[in-house]
């Protein structure tokens, strides 16, 4: 599990659009280009656009996880969807996704939400799992040259948050 005296979770600003930006295309080129073709790579980062970033955080609640004065990952909640989180690959499996989570759940139950829902890429499905989420369905987006980008829509009921 990750220290947590030299870290911090903080709400986003529109001044680290940047970091976050970079974070998660970084994130995409390392962790999905085993499991996903060349055009789904690029609907994730166009998806994952400054224009949707800055928007799911105007109408959610989006914060970041700083280390050393550096953003090494990100999370979004909007009403029950949770959005967006990504962990710097250098900084995967010490907890930090976790704590992530952790936080949107506990902001949901806060505003009244009983169940959050997400879309999980292949390679983060796992993750998720280990999290209490349950796969409601297997689905894909048709992305160019009649590629399909394969994702998890999951589900969580939310009793409080462990």
Known sequence: MAKRTDIRIRRFKRSNLPA????????????YSADYP?????????????????KDA????????VKNNRIIATGTIIDNHIMRVFVN???????????IMRKLEEKAISTGVKKVKLDASLPSKKFYDSMGYKTSKKT??????????????MNKALSGVT
């Open 20 to 31: 976050i930006r970079e974070l998660i295309r970084n994130t995409i080129d390392i962790c």
């Open 89 to 99: 690959p250098k900084f995967q499996k010490r907890g930090f996704g976790k704590l």
């Open 140 to 153: 894909y987006v048709k992305v160019e040259n009649d590629k399909k980008l394969h994702y998890y829509k």
């Open 38 to 54: 060349k055009e789904a790579i690029k609907y994730f980062k166009e998806y994952h656009s400054d224009k949707n970033i800055l």
């Open 58 to 65: 105007r109408d959610g609640w989006t914060i970041v996880l």
